[in-house]
């Protein structure tokens, strides 16, 4: 998770708090992960994540078990406070924040949507966490460009980022999958359009 998405919402004690409730909250799903997993996704040494999972266990936040020598972590999602912190971390350093960054960056993209379940889920809708992220990509950007914030978003997310390319023509006049597209959930990329 880049830097700059934590400075748009600084309510959590650390970078390495608000990246472990991220994973566990929006991007892990409901699968447990062990510490070291968790290590290893949000790069913290694991003195500290063993540290953060303590208090947010404490907390209520999240649970834990022991299987043999290893303690796997999940979101708590009988706590009170999951949903709003689902949604608060969702929107805050989710996808979102991330593929903004990165497309944002692109000359030529004048406009981006995630679509699909990850746009569902956003809106509210119940449902499993969706294992890939579909995003629509309209203008006329170099599209290796366009897979490359692809995939550092997919290694920085954990999670199968698939992009397509849409002309503004194409999107003013859509027809098959781009049709289907816009009458479905949308959540629209706030790029800064100086690109």
């Known amino acids: 998770m880049p830097s700059a ?18 994973h566990l909250f929006v991007i892990g799903g ?13 790069d913290a040494p694991l003195s500290t994540v063993q540290r953060e ?7 209520g936040l999240v649970a834990s078990e022991r299987i043999g020598n290893t303690r796997l ?7 009170p406070y999951f949903g709003d912190l689902q949604s608060l971390l969702l ?7 991330l593929l903004t960054s990165l497309l944002g960056r692109i000359p030529r993209v004048a406009e981006a949507y995630i679509y699909g379940s990850w746009a569902r889920r956003y809106h509210g809708e119940a449902g499993p966490v969706p294992r890939d992220l579909d995003v629509l990509v309209i203008g006329d950007p170099n599209p290796n460009a366009v897979y490359r914030a692809a995939r550092r978003a997919e290694s920085e997310l954990n999670l199968e980022v698939n992009p397509i390319i849409a002309t503004h023509d194409e999107w003013q006049k859509p027809r098959g999958l781009l049709k289907r597209i816009q009458v479905g959930p949308l959540v629209e990329l706030e790029l800064d359009h100086q690109t």
Request: net charge positive.
């Open 91 to 97: 929107k805050a350093f989710g996808p979102t924040t």
């Open 30 to 42: 409901d699968q447990p992960l062990s510490l070291t997993a968790l290590r290893e996704r949000i």
């Open 5 to 22: 998405s934590l400075r748009t919402l600084p309510i959590f004690r650390s970078a390495t708090q608000a990246r472990l409730l991220t």
């Open 53 to 59: 999972v303590e208090q947010l266990e404490r907390a």
């Open 73 to 79: 972590v999940h979101a708590n999602r009988d706590s």
